[in-house]
């Protein structure tokens, strides 16, 4: 039984080492200005940007440069609007890692606009935003949040009165995203581990999503098909592989078109909160709380009965698919959740990912992060103990 | 390794029972004048045309219709954008087959120009399609051609002269495709079956495509998967059923997603010459020819050894999955090859395609079907002795 779904559109993708090229010749065909918000250094530092501003100067295509420290916040998103509102800028080119795409995203659609991206903000602003954008060009240069394929801009104002929203349009979704593995060898081990248990748990909790549908699954999974044998690699012997680093960038724009379309589970609950009054990386979050999360869903579905028998399968599936093995209709799918989780809580010991209270998160916090905590699309629903017990055992 | 691949926009997807309400909502966003294409009677018969124009008058939508029969010619088309380019037409609407929605497509395609299809049709016109379109919302009635997801139109002018070419450019991509399976329910049993098995050929060929890429073979895996057990009852005691319908619906918008981003193979090649010159439906063309064109892709493989192993892998995939079974690594893959092509010959006897000489299609024929027939992104590259043989294994 199909369920009913809607699909959003997907950007149009131009994947393959080396793809960067394809920015020159795509350009002209949306105009002669281009607006590039970029990080804070690494694209400097590695000789890109230079190389990009050389070829953009060849097409005598005028440009301009701004850059994104941190997380994108209300402030940089509106100082960057202001500043270049009165431009005339063709096209935008968000070219970084997921602060810099989202922040990127923001720009384009805020630049049509007359006041702040605070008014457009789920859950701050009252406002919401209609799609009028300026064309936007997503390049990721980490394999994490997807945010070139996604139709959301997370902004966040980080402190006890912080937040972490995000302003969202179907038709925010980059218009084109170009995913070149190249850009992504020189990304460090551990922002590496990061982002990519971001983008796993992203495809893992838009796979067993409510929301989930025929197409996300069959994306979500052949995301982490690609993923699993990456990752450790991508961390450490492999990090200048180009292959490893296309399975990774794959996982990741595969997790922005599932998530966008299925939406996510607890993980990606906690992280709202925790990355609201905190300065923790969101990938840290979410590579520290996967296995924790993905073995508390799994034991309230098995005491669900046959309620939560199809999510478990779904789970078991992914167990499988990580011992390289199928599942086997009627075979036990216990000893694959297992395998599940073991290996989940493998690659959070390998890939030594920071547990909570690296960021000052203490037991005081748990209650108040549980309150603000969303179940978004989980499978099954969990109360507040569940909540506190997987934060507990990550603190 | 990941080749590298491009991914085109797919349309906004609005998928399920009833859905079709979606339209009314959607109309307004484009504007108050709306042009509708629908085939020659069918809708009407169901009064579904008459619900609505009922619909469109209560919104106050100003609407025109223009009906096409069989498959669309460059003079159906042109007659068309003649008669309404200047009527200010917000948005075409193509509702009906593959030949419906099609020819809405090349509609949408051709009011904004000045001058006929043909001049822009691949290997007929010298022209090249700039993209620029009055928006297009493709409903299909039949789960076949995958036209509502697709960047192409084929337009065909059927005797010795003709030809059945396309009309392509990535924004002709529909907008929306709104895929509601209660529309399906009428679809009678023989144009079920020769719609599903072009669509079923549709995912074969592009999952085995040379040009294939993740995603393709992820979807086109996926499509096959919900297809298999919806084909046989979808033209016999499961026509009503809209679960049934629902995966046969399915099956043909991911077939239309596949191809438009990783092309087909052989049979589709035969498809265009046989449809140019014989009055043959494209779908019994498909549909007649998968098993004999899959047999002798399957034998050729063999004969090149290592090089057509990962093709033949893909082929034995597709078998375990008909069966029901995993592929096990490792496993002897022959006896998967074997149980695909023989469940597609079952289907070919069970669905009683029609062989070509039903058609007028003679021994005297085959020469110049086959010197005007393209292996497109056939897996393995087949010769002339190829070609011919499987033509005469279906006349």
Request: charged content about 20%.
């Amino acid at each position: 039984m199909i369920p009913s779904f809607n699909f959003a559109r997907i950007p149009h993708i131009i994947f393959g080492p080396g793809k960067l090229v394809n920015l020159y010749s795509l350009i002209p065909q949306y105009g002669k200005s281009v607006l590039l918000v970029v990080g804070a250094g690494s694209l400097e530092k590695s000789g890109k940007l230079d190389e990009i501003k050389i070829a953009l100067e060849e097409k005598l295509i005028d440009y301009h440069v701004y850059e994104i420290k941190g997380e994108p916040s209300p402030n940089m998103v509106d100082k960057a609007t202001k500043m270049y509102r009165n431009k005339r800028i063709d096209l935008v080119i968000g070219i970084g890692g997921g602060s810099v795409t989202d922040a990127g995203k923001a720009i384009s659609a805020m630049i049509p606009k007359e006041d702040s991206v605070k008014n457009y903000l789920e859950g701050i602003g009252i406002k919401s935003h209609n799609g009028k954008k300026i064309p936007y060009i997503a390049i990721p240069t980490t394999s994490g949040t997807g945010s070139e394929a996604t139709k959301n801009a997370v902004i966040s104002e980080i402190g006890h009165d912080g937040f972490k929203k995000s302003l969202r349009h179907d038709n925010l979704i980059p218009d084109v995203a170009i995913i070149d593995p190249e850009l992504m060898k020189s990304c460090p081990a551990s922002i590496t581990a990061a982002c990519g248990m971001d983008a796993f748990t992203q495809l893992v909790e838009s796979y067993v999503s409510s929301n989930a549908n025929p197409i996300t699954d069959a994306l979500a999974f052949s995301g982490m098909k690609y993923m699993k044998d990456a990752l450790i690699p991508a961390c450490s012997h492999g990090s200048s592989d180009i292959n490893v680093r296309s399975s990774m960038a794959y996982g990741s724009l595969i997790s922005g078109i599932t998530l966008a379309n299925a939406g996510l589970g607890v993980i990606h609950g906690f992280a709202s909160p925790i990355g609201a009054y905190f300065k923790i990386p969101h990938g840290v979050v979410c590579g520290t709380l996967l296995a924790e999360a993905t073995k508390m869903n799994i034991k309230v579905l098995k005491e669900r009965g046959s309620e939560g028998e199809v999510s478990l399968e779904k789970y078991a599936h992914i167990g499988a698919m990580l011992s390289n093995e199928p599942l086997n209709k009627g075979e036990e799918i216990s000893q694959y959740l297992l395998i599940l989780i073991e290996t989940l809580e493998n690659w959070t010991d390998l890939l030594k990912l920071d547990k909570l209270s690296n960021y000052g998160i203490s037991n005081e916090d748990i209650t108040y992060i549980v309150d603000n905590t969303a179940l978004k699309n989980n499978p099954v629903s969990l109360n507040k103990k569940d909540l506190i017990e997987i934060l507990k055992n990550r603190l």
